[in-house]
């Protein structure tokens, strides 16, 4: 839908669309692969983390993989204790942050997972770690078979009421506002 949409505002490769409710970074994904250039604004932290996660994983694909390999290491040595300070202290020790923000992601779906479905966060957080790294692979391969050029891609944690942009600088807007319930 959001691409459809992309299409009837017509516009291009190298323009740039602003969504300020970027939640999941659905719009954000569709317009780099397109080649459309995306800031993103959102006022939850976690929304900006998983945008940011989806759009820049794939800058950083080989050293997401090396960070895997190291991290099996660290905590496989605290055998099945490794929820609480053993993973933060690894995670926070990755200095990239975009390799960073991919790992705190897996950690909070994991966490997620053992919440509100009572699945074991140890399986759980390896298990969608390697289908997060399934998926950036497959985004890569593609980019690389298709040749590519991806959009740029701006999140930014803020208030849709008060978007710092320069006049004109927008060539198209598409959003989702959420929704309240009374």
């Given amino acids: 839908m959001i691409r459809a949409f992309l299409n009837i505002i ?32 959102d006022v939850s932290p ?4 998983q945008s940011k996660v ?3 994983s794939i800058d950083v694909l080989p050293e997401i993989i090396k960070w895997k390999e190291k991290l099996l290491k660290r905590l496989n040595s605290f055998l099945f204790k490794f929820e609480g300070k053993a ?15 991919f790992y705190k992601m897996a950690k909070l779906v994991a966490i997620s997972d053992k919440a509100r479905r009572g699945k074991d966060f140890h399986k759980s957080f390896f298990k969608n770690l390697e289908l997060m790294i399934s998926s950036v692979s497959d985004y890569s391969e ?38 309240q319930s009374h």
């Fill in 54 to 56: 989806k759009t820049e």
């Fill in 46 to 49: 976690l929304c900006v983390l």
């Fill in 10 to 41: 017509e516009v291009k490769q190298g323009d740039t669309v602003l969504d300020p409710f970027i939640g999941s970074g659905t719009t954000a994904v569709e317009a780099q692969l397109l080649g459309i250039n995306c800031i993103g604004i």
């Fill in 87 to 101: 993973i933060d202290d690894t995670i926070d020790s990755i200095t990239d942050e975009k390799v960073r923000n």
């Fill in 142 to 179: 593609i980019k690389e078979k298709l040749n590519l050029e991806l959009g740029k891609v701006n999140i930014r944690l803020g208030d849709s009421r008060s978007l710092p942009l320069d006049d004109e600088s927008i060539d198209g807007i598409i959003t989702s506002p959420p929704t």
